[in-house]
């Protein structure tokens, strides 16, 4: 594809050889002659003035003389755009697998795709065009909303971790919720979001969740929230709209997360704990990021006495 067309296709302008042809993507550090590449900080600019590729995104003001050069105030967004342009991208086959089990009290739309080895537990409903890659179990009363996507090994509608002590022993807390997965959900391989025990587990609408993160019962998460990998959450978790989640973050229970908070890599949240909106926060207890990182300056002086 030239240069121009790509530009128009993304609906930027550009610099240079508009004629120049540009077959796929590729990162900064190894695109070549006719790869594409995005500079989306400036920290980068030395890397890619040095590198070869034919062609550029950079941000609006952000100029590289000589290069072919398209400006897009997001270039990582454009750089998404421009991939199923240039490259053969798999697409999902509507349809059921033939190797998968459906139960006959299942709804699923005739635009979803469903996998190898699926399992579909009663009751459940998969709406327009979500996929559900292979291997993936949903348990009765799982609702996945329109163009999610499941990925291999994702298992839904498992029973919440609930238990009574009784005497000497501990009894099944019977689990009889449901859970519903909104639209434009995307859930990470071998992620395991837990029914309710009473009422419902939900995942609000274009919310993405890593690999190997996992939903305890009656957790609420809201719209376009996302959680990096190895994170977990104890039961009746509340995740308000837009808020980002490190990587192996673990949530006690009922803790309350604020729409728009960020939470950083590896921190511990408290049992009902209320995680404010406004600074990162970081650490076990999680803290203002300042706060955690003045603790580390204290301690590594204490370190050194």
Not at 102 to 116: K, Q
Not at 221 to 230: F, K, L, T
Request: glycine share 12%; aromatic share 4%.
């Amino acid at each position: 594809m030239r240069i121009s067309e790509l530009a128009e296709a993304l609906q930027s302008t550009f610099t240079g050889n508009g004629d120049h042809d540009i077959t796929s993507v590729m990162p900064l550090e190894d695109a070549g002659p006719h790869d594409i590449a995005f500079v989306g900080n400036p920290k980068f600019a030395q890397v890619a003035i040095e590198g070869k590729a034919g062609c550029l995104i950079l941000p609006p003001g952000f100029d590289i003389p000589g290069r072919n050069l398209i400006f897009h105030a997001n270039p990582r967004a454009a750089i998404a755009a421009a991939l199923p342009l240039l490259h053969d991208l798999p697409k999902a086959v509507a349809g059921i697998h033939p190797s998968a089990a459906i139960d006959p009290t299942a709804t699923v739309d005739a635009t979803a795709s469903v996998g190898p080895f699926c399992t579909v537990g009663p009751r459940c409903t998969i709406g327009a065009n979500a996929v559900l890659h292979a291997r993936v179990t949903l348990y009765r009363d799982v609702t996945v909303g329109e163009r999610s996507i499941l990925h291999t090994g994702c298992v839904i509608g498992a029973d919440g971790f609930g238990f009574v002590w009784r005497e000497d022993h501990y009894e099944n807390f019977p689990q009889v919720g449901k859970v519903i997965l909104g639209s434009d959900v995307e859930i990470g391989a071998n992620s395991c979001v837990d029914r309710a025990a009473l009422g419902v587990t939900s995942i609000g609408d274009g919310s993405k969740l890593d690999n190997m993160v996992h939903i305890g019962h009656n957790c609420r998460i809201g719209r376009h929230v996302v959680i990096a990998a190895q994170t977990g959450l104890a039961g009746g978790v509340i995740i308000e709209d837009r808020a980002i989640i490190g990587g192996q973050v673990g949530f006690g229970d009922k803790a309350r997360v604020e729409a728009g908070a960020i939470i950083g890599s590896g921190a511990g949240i408290l049992t009902s704990k209320v995680v404010r909106a406004g600074e990162p926060v970081w650490g076990t207890p999680a803290r203002p990021l300042r706060q955690y990182l003045k603790q580390l300056a204290t301690l590594s002086r204490l370190a050194k006495k």
